[in-house]
């Protein structure tokens, strides 16, 4: 009997999932007659998608999704940026950039990109210790970290934290942004808030004769717009239209209120950090 002798099969293609070493090490000396495949993990769903096939009616949603997160983001951004010890631009300009950035690298169809308040705390500690240089290379690090535990898969051990833990951290991150909003909510004439809890609450008592009437009851307005339409139409967007009132009421009625206008006159280039002195060198070399 003769026996066929069959060529032998191609050696089968290399996957990895989440060992970025052993892909560089590939990349810079790939063996011989094999092909290297990439896992889908690192492709943002933005690239799927298209491959997919995106039709008009898919953009359509989207846009009227990125219009619905934009009217909240947009003002959301402002006043956190304000209750972070940045202005108000730089609210504006990071929603915007960020946004975009995790849109479109992200890998997930659903995922929403915008501003939170549970970095309210920690950008303000960074800026009033390190200034803005110290907080955007504390922002490049954490990205940094921050794609080391996703290549890792350090996100499966969140199941393990306890949810009272989760409720107690928002419920004191809330505390902590409403403390922080007194003194504008009440126009008062601080030079420089303390970033202790009580030593700024000690502060407020002693400023309390400056409060502004006009300023409170503008708050306030903006306050009850907020929560009425939360209430009777939580579907129409609360910031925006609170926002939209009370600047066509300072506008009409001229109160001297200070507005982003009085702050902000144009978009600003913000520089590199500086690697000499109190700058990169210094915030780096702990590391």
């Not at 934009?70 to 504006?92: H, N, Q």
């Not at 169809?109 to 309210?120: C, E, L």
């Not at 080391?148 to 949810?163: C, D, E, N, S, T």
Request: glycine residues 10%; proline residues 8%.
């Amino acid at each position: 009997s003769s026996s066929l002798l069959l060529p032998p099969p191609p050696p089968p293609p290399l996957s990895f999932s989440y060992r970025p070493h052993i892909i560089i090490l590939l990349l810079l000396s790939p063996p011989s007659g094999s092909r290297i495949v990439i896992n889908d993990s690192f492709t943002p769903k933005f690239v799927t998608v298209l491959r997919e096939g995106y039709s008009w009616a898919a953009l359509r949603r989207d846009l009227s999704a990125g219009l619905t997160v934009a009217v909240v983001a947009l003002p959301l951004s402002m006043a956190l940026a304000i209750a972070s010890g940045a202005t108000p631009e730089k609210g504006l300009v990071t929603a915007v950039i960020a946004g975009f950035l995790i849109s479109f690298l992200g890998g997930s169809r659903t995922q929403i990109g915008g501003p939170t308040g549970a970095f309210v705390v920690v950008v303000f500690n960074v800026i009033a210790e390190q200034g803005y240089d110290g907080l955007l290379l504390a922002t490049f690090m954490a990205g940094f970290i921050l794609v080391g535990a996703g290549m890792l898969r350090f996100g499966q051990y969140v199941k393990f934290i306890p949810h009272p833990v989760v409720t107690g951290f928002t419920a004191g991150i809330a505390v902590i942004i409403a403390t922080s909003q007194i003194a504008d909510f009440l126009g008062l004439s601080i030079s420089s808030a303390s970033t202790g809890f009580l030593s700024r609450w000690e502060e407020y008592l002693l400023a309390a004769h400056t409060a502004d009437v006009k300023a409170l009851a503008l708050g306030c307005s903006a306050l009850a717009t907020i929560l009425a339409l939360r209430r009777y139409a939580p579907a129409a967007p609360g910031f925006l239209i609170a926002l939209v009132l009370s600047a066509v009421i300072v506008a009409f009625f001229h109160l001297p209120v200070e507005t982003i206008g009085t702050s902000v006159r144009r978009c600003p280039i913000w520089p590199c950090p500086t690697s000499h002195g109190s700058g990169a060198s210094t915030y780096c070399l702990p590391l």
